[in-house]
């Protein structure tokens, strides 16, 4: 299985961004597709992002025009930038990969969106 560490989470302001990174290990990382998912309190996990290893990209409604989700293939990395944060979008975000069916998942990075 890939290995997958998250970075890059913390408290800020409504309005506010921040850029979460997920570093994979092996050399398997251009060949799979990635997402960002996210869990608040009391909720069920949620996608929040996907891209494909061609580069194809899909969001949930509730973060479209506001959340971008890339990659650096040669980094073995996935990027998720958050702009207009909301206090809806504290929740821990967790780094999935799926690599021909084969799932991981890092242990997350907690955001908090508060004043």
């Known amino acids: 299985q890939v290995q997958l560490v998250e970075s890059g989470g913390g408290l800020v302001q409504p309005g506010g961004s921040l850029r979460l990174s997920c570093v994979a290990s092996g050399s398997s990382f251009s060949r799979n597709h990635m997402a960002w998912y996210r869990q608040a309190p009391g909720k069920e996990r949620e996608l929040v992002a996907y891209?494909?290893?061609?580069?194809?990209?899909k969001y949930a409604d509730s973060v479209k025009g506001r959340f971008t989700i890339s990659r650096d293939n040669a980094k073995n990395t996935m990027y998720l930038q958050m702009n207009s944060l909301k206090p809806e979008d504290t929740a821990v975000y967790y780094c999935?990969?799926?690599?021909?069916?084969?799932?991981?998942w890092g242990k997350g990075t907690l955001v908090t969106v508060s004043s």
């Open positions: 891209i494909r290893n061609s580069g194809g990209t």
């Open positions: 999935n990969s799926n690599y021909f069916g084969v799932l991981s």
